[in-house]
């Protein structure tokens, strides 16, 4: 692969890859870590990969698994650190309507809160979202279900 | 309406992310359900918006990952034109020259350079019209070997003539070849090295060492023509695992063609792959054999899928045997099955199971595999499984087992070759269709290419001739599975990377195996032999022009099944990948001779002397005197394996070999070879002859061409250099953007290397030829085990007047006996008598036998040493000063009646025991129990632990050493110089260095380049530089 076609990989996919490795590390740097490690990964065997259309679940387990690594490595000495640069919702012009929905998806559960990342910004469909997290394609569905019910009970 | 609310409303979510599409026909007829999707909708919106938080705001401050920019391929247009340009003119110029001066006859050379004694040596003679590039047809080629004679051949209508010529039995050949044609006269005048061929076949006592202990090296040398015994020089030498020489020593073969020497291991030693070579006559074999610290297995564990190929969702069934290495069955342990499958880049559990062994050790596993495997896609369609057994004796002890399985929706594969590896467009060329199956077996298969019919022999070869480039081919198996594939080489060449072939299926022990290596694509391809999932050997086959080939001479002991897998990492445009190959071969015991191995009584006792009387005869039962080579080997040797095993080891190391950084000095330049065009390279491909040679030109001695041969030797200089220069210009870009170097430290540094490098260059050579790293060889275990030899032989001492004592087992090698020549008698017979150890285990015998006329013999058998009763102690490598463990101590009671037993632990130092040092424990009939002892480990340093088990019947008592390292961390110092009569290096060892830890290695290398290197090596491996 050449590297500006690599370059623009990486922007491409680098924000959803680090939101990603951020909902199982949770710390900033640490996502950062997870992220690259998850890219140098991909670089090494992106030629390994026939289904050029499965690239996003591809790079999606990359991730998984490059934060498993990272959280077995480091369970030992984990430090929850307060997170700052990374999940603090943004104020967003007045809509307290957004700000109250992310802080009840920051409340979910880390599988929850990937499903919500992979479906609503990524825009995967149910199977490549299973594919990616390793779950069946009816939990995807039943849990995104779930979200969007929640939201709806909670915001009246 | 098809669907009800509550149906539908479950399915709304799934509608809106449009994974339910029928739910719109429900909702056309149904309000409320309408006004519910809404809301769902509107949250769905809010979702979408708040989760666009959760994304990191920009690019973080470090970049993730940043390959170099592109700077080069803005301005690469212009460069390109500019070289192109200057290319041009240059061959040009230099072309128009060479063609002017040059007449008119063009005689090319194709050919070996050195020739195999007693076999013909062939050259391919091609003349032509140097102006118009057309064959000469008639022209005379008379080749007058120097004292041999002389050949005449005439080219044909392709302007090629072949001349044929028997090799002289001499060091080298010099040949005059003389070609005459109306075009002008010729004159050639070559010289060939004349080689004699040695089958060197070489073996080792066991195929893993730990430190401290020896390699008993022996090496088998037969001329490969006559099969007769080598009589020469045979070098055998020893190579680390950083491929510093550790040890060479050079012996004449005996009567039989056999050699040895017995190489000792340092205490403190680089571990990995090792590398035993025996070279002789020209020819040299090698072997890879690992040095690491290891603790014997206590049992064997045996997992046999029922297949080695499964398709996806199919129940794969497994059974798993575990057994002491003693002859008894592991009763009643917990088995846990696990199968993973290769998922990206690593290995990810999809199944698993639990079991118990009943009482002949064995139970089965019936496991269902999953329907689909994510790492198919990666693997052309296959999946990796990984079996693992791990299984756990009543006494506690646990012992694991991996077998790899293939998944694949596509068990049958077809592969395409043009016969020159390449399809030559517009040349009739053949094409070798091989199947196989995806395990890496052969497939026997028929079927039909372009409407030819076809079938493939036993190694799923067939060659046919197919006048096309684009074809479609379908085979089938007699099992029923098909396949097909379409071709088409019109398109990019690389439909497939590449294809190993072996010559055979099946081969004898004492074989040359002669591999070949296929592929569109010029470049390495790493080797490994794996048999048993021990690695014999890695290779690497260096491919040019579509093929490369390695002989491998096979040793008895390679009897089996032998799995071949071959790698190559590729670099295309900057991205690496892996492509991968596998065959599997057997290798059957020669037939020539047999070994008859008579021991003594079948089941001896522990200290017992050992005594095994030999018959060889041959093929038809009739006694023959040969040369027996003979190892004796703990069992428990064989079956361990890799801590990594099997796939998952050869894929990491892959991954180390990626990261590697490798450099090479490529054949520069190659601008006095002609200019090969396909008809060319489908006649030197036809004549099967490496196309390896020089172009003559007539020789009118003029001076002009002398001139310009002069010229050309000087543009070649010129280019070489105009090539290292624009190899810095490379390197300077990749490390300005890179890591931002800038061009005056990039001058100094390229400086300063120079003369470094003028400096050193004479010592590389040398450096590398010889470079020995002597290590001083802690001699105090060798004094250790003779004195316990000396001691374990005297009778126990009675106590109390009750039961005796019981004599201590406390001498446990792993070869217990090697001997590479044992000449038996007229009748073939001969006897061995050795000191038995006191391990309780089975002793694998290995023979080999070779006759003074080259016939070959081998036979493996066991002789086992075993007591009703005992005890053992399950230690770990080391321990670390402080650990509090409790030790486990395995009873095993095969007596026909139960007993109380009484255990005593002691250490004879650097031990505290913690919570006693006497258990009693009763033991049934049959029964493996344990008993732990709580102790701390208190001083550093090698200590022996003793357990005495008093029983009312039977008794018996063990000792082992354990070391304890110090609890720190290792601060190595190292300190340089050069040894000029005496030499003076002081070292400061830090205050709070843990207390007689500290110890000095002294490494004495013959020139300051290997010094370097080791340096450079501490530099990188020591965290602290």
Redesign the interface.
Known sequence: MKAETFDRFVREHERMVRALAYSWVRSASAADDVAQEAFLRAYRSIGSLRDLTKVKPWLYTLTRNAAMDWLRREKRHRVEELNVDVAAPAAKEGDDRVDRVARIVEELREDYRQLVLLRFVDGLSYAEIAEALGMSVGAVGEKLHRVRKMVVERMG | MTMNCRDAE?K???Y????APEVAEHLEGCADCRAKLE??R???L????????????K??A?R???????ML?RHARSLRLAAAVLLAGFFGCWGWMNVRVADPQQVLVVGSQSWVAGAHGVLRVIVEDGRSRTPQPGAKVTARLEGGGTFEAVSGADGSAEVRVPVPDAERATMTLTVVSPLGRDEIVRTFAIERPVRIMLSTDKPVYQPEQTIHVRALALSALTMKPFQGDVTLELEDANGNRIARRTAPASAFGIASADFDLADELVAGAWRVRASAGGVSSERTVDVKRYVLPKMRVEVKPARSMYAPGETLVADVHASYFFGKPVAGAAVVLEISAW????F?TVGSGTGRTDQGGRTSFEIELPDRF?GM????GDAMLRVEAAVTDAAGHTERKAEAVTVTATPLRIHVIPEGGEYVPGVPQDMFVVTSYADGRPARTSGAALGVAFATDDAGVVRLPIPAASFRVEAADAGGSSAHLAVDFTREAALQDFILRTDRVSYRAGDTLRLTVLSARDGLVYVDFVKAGQTLLTKSVDVRAGAGTLDVDLPPELQGTLRIGAYRV?D???????TRDTRVVVVDLPEDLQIRPLPRKAVFEPGEDIEVNFEVVDGQGRPVPAALGLAVVDEAVFALHASRPGLEKTYFQIEED?LKSRWQIKDAFALSAPVLTPERVSVAVKADVPLVSSIEYRDKANRLRRSVREFNQAATGILMLLGVLTGLIALFMVLHYTSGCSLPFFLVAIVGGGVLAALLLPALASARKSSVATDLRNKAKQAEIERLLAEGRTPPAGADGGLPAPRVREWFPETLYWNPQIVTDDQGRASVRFPGADSITTWRLAASAVTRDGRLGAAESGVRVFQPFFVDLDLPVALTQGDEVWLPVAVYNYLKEGQSVKLTFAAESGFDLLDGAERTVEVAPGEVTSVRFHVRARDFGRHRLLVTAVGSTFSDAVRRPLDVVPDGKPMPVNVSDALNRRAVARVTIPADAVEGATRLWVRLYPSRFSEIVSGLENLVRLPYG
Do not use: C, H, M, Y
């Open positions: 479950a709304l979510s799934w809106l992310d449009g994974e809301k769902l509107d949250a769905s809010l979702i979408s918006k708040a989760a666009q938080t959760f994304l990191p705001k690019t973080s470090r993730p990952f940043a390959p170099p920019p592109g391929r998922v990206a880049d690593r990810e994510f896609d990666l693997l052309q590729q295309r445009n900057g991205r690496s990948s892996i990626l």
